[in-house]
């Protein structure tokens, strides 16, 4: 059985003055992202690896969850495809992922995160907001199966629930 966290970055500051890229977390989003990750330690998940967009935003959403599991920022896999990603990009970081690894958390931004998790399952949510959690669960052994199994809706939470 594998595990896939999708998650959104944290609420970010809109300042014009920093490239998109570069832009940080607001103060509503260091807060969102420690208690996101909280959550997913009281629900008693365990994460075995963190994947990230190497946009600052979404790096730091993913370092905040890390640290939840005692990991260091440089735990986190970086993945530049990540930053404004396809669905294909998806499917394609996750194929490539180590087969022993049965949980894996991985940080991205709308709308494609949003997208991928529409394809998933049956399950369809309009827009995952600022550091949503889409969860989803497939009995397979292989990562590189992921695209191609039937894949289980298992929980959606965001900040405001």
């Avoid at 977390?25 to 075995?48: F, P, Q, S, T, Y």
């Avoid at 993913?62 to 294909?88: M, N, R, W």
């Avoid at 394809?119 to 969860?135: E, G, R, V």
Wanted: aromatic residues 14%; glycine residues 2%.
């Amino acid at each position: 059985m594998k595990t896939l966290l999708l998650i959104r970055h944290a609420k970010s500051s809109w300042n014009f003055s920093v490239d998109d890229f570069d832009r940080p977390l607001n103060e509503r989003g260091l807060h969102d992202a420690v208690a996101m990750a909280k959550r997913l330690v009281k629900k008693d998940i365990k994460i075995d690896a963190f994947v990230s967009s190497p946009a600052k935003r979404a790096l730091t959403t993913a370092t905040f969850f890390a640290q939840a599991y005692d990991k260091k920022q440089k735990d986190i896999l970086v993945i530049s495809s990540l930053y404004e990603p396809k669905q294909v990009v998806f499917f394609d970081a996750i194929k490539h992922l180590d087969d022993h690894l049965q949980t894996v958390a991985v940080f991205s931004h709308n709308p494609g995160i949003t997208e991928f998790a529409n394809k998933l399952t049956a399950t369809f949510i309009d827009d995952m907001p600022a550091c949503a959690i889409f969860a989803v669960k497939t009995d397979i052994k292989k990562w590189s199966d992921f695209a191609a199994s039937d894949k289980q809706f298992w929980f959606f939470d965001y900040p405001k629930t």
